[in-house]
């Protein structure tokens, strides 16, 4: 379990050095525009959501499933090494690489932290806490060293090689990974059908929980709009990912206790509670903004467990990895859309109106919720400490 872990925190680590050199490289180095950036941030972030699914499916059916780790491990290392040629196309193809390098590794990473955990909610916790943590550090990283050794653009090999020099361990681990073996299987639809329809609920309230949500980025925006100080508004993604270093562990710990029901209730309840602070911003000032921030930061930690832990409760082991690679595209096509429209209504300046939409999601999600619950549909207080 250590090295899933450590492979996590490192490829976060490296990725989120890259995510930030690499807008650079396309815009400023290679002279792109901003809407090659943004297209290509939506089609590479929609094939990673693909590969979730896909590679979930493999990860159930493939023979040697350490194969998988090697393979993801492999392309996340090539996507940065390659950035040492930058041309446009090996830039794009960088950046593609990257997200489905993301996409083959996260489903795998799951079903197998699912499939060894004797505290199961707690592994889903410190598997986020290790992501998070690498995300927060990557991104901190490059802001201390153009500091001490001057311009991103002067040391752009430099982040490239600490970018290679971090994801290369995670192919060595990769290695090292304890992954039974087992008969190798043929896909069959029959199976896919039967994997919806165990946890067809918990997809249907995961699209409208992430219809609820939208990209992070315009949280900045939305600050900055209302006339907070720089310092803030450019801490807002720190704030809310330190949010989830320290509920990440706790919400684990609660829903292997048998807290699922209150875990649940409080996740969408932290969404639904982001958009009414952000919505009265202006009226409220800075008591809203603050609070927005951690239950922002409190919903992201518990959705990513909180429904892994759902999915992984209503099928069997086997299908651990198409389970989860269902929620993922789910939620991932979910969270485009509300970005998509919400980034269209803050370009015109209809902020307001951004969170009028999304909490309106928030709310129709807790209503389901709230309905699924009464009808026992799934039973969420046993504990999860007893795998499948």
């Known amino acids: 379990m250590f090295q899933i872990y450590l492979m996590n925190f490192l490829l976060a680590v ?9 807008p650079f490289l396309i815009t400023d180095s290679l002279g792109l525009s901003l809407l090659i950036l943004g297209i290509l941030e939506g089609i590479t972030e929609f094939l990673s959501n693909v590969f979730r699914l896909a590679n979930g499916v493999l990860f159930d059916k493939i023979k040697n499933k350490r194969n998988i780790f090697l393979c993801s491990t492999g392309m996340a290392f090539a996507s940065k090494a390659m950035l040492f040629l930058p041309s446009p196309w090996i830039v794009l193809f960088s950046k593609t690489l990257e997200r489905i390098a993301n996409g083959t590794f996260a489903s795998p990473r799951d079903a197998f932290v699912a499939g060894k955990a004797k505290n199961r909610g707690l ?5 986020n806490v290790s992501k998070t943590f690498g995300c927060v550090l990557g991104p901190l990283i490059v802001s201390i060293s153009t500091f001490f050794l001057g311009t991103l653009k002067d040391n752009l090999n430099f982040f490239i090689t600490l970018c290679c020099l971090l994801a290369f361990p995670a192919v060595i ?6 992954v039974n073996h087992v008969e190798e299987k043929s896909f069959s639809f029959r199976e896919l059908k039967k994997v919806i329809k165990s946890i067809s609920p918990i997809l249907f309230l995961t699209f409208l929980f992430f219809l609820g949500r939208f990209n992070d980025g315009l949280l ?3 600050l900055k709009h209302n006339e907070y100080p720089e310092w803030f508004y450019l801490s807002t993604i720190a704030i809310f990912n330190s949010i989830m270093l320290i509920s990440s562990p706790i919400i684990g710990s609660q829903i292997d206790k048998g807290h699922l029901k209150k875990i649940l209730y409080i996740t969408i309840g932290s969404l639904a509670l982001f958009n009414i602070c952000f919505y009265n911003i202006s009226y409220l000032g800075w008591g809203a903004a603050i609070i927005g921030l951690c239950t922002w930061g409190i919903q992201r930690a518990g959705a990513q467990i909180v429904f892994s832990a759902l999915v992984f409760r209503s099928v069997e082991k086997q299908f651990y990895g198409t389970a989860i690679g269902l929620f993922y595209i789910f939620s991932g096509f979910s969270t485009m859309l ?6 269209y209504l803050a370009t015109n300046n209809y902020f307001t109106t951004v969170f009028v939409f999304s909490g309106f999601f928030a709310f129709l999600a807790l209503g389901l919720c709230s309905s699924l619950l009464n009808t026992r549909i799934f039973n969420v207080e046993a504990k999860l400490a007893l795998t499948n």
């Not at 490296?14 to 690499?22: A, F, K, N, Q, V």
């Not at 681990?173 to 304890?178: I, Y």
């Not at 509300?338 to 980034?343: A, H």
């Open 14 to 22: 490296s990725t989120t050095i890259g995510m930030t050199i690499i």
């Open 123 to 127: 592994a889903l916790g410190l598997l």
């Open 173 to 178: 681990f990769s290695f090292s990974l304890t």
């Open 220 to 222: 900045m925006m939305y």
């Open 338 to 343: 509300s970005s998509f429209l919400c980034g």
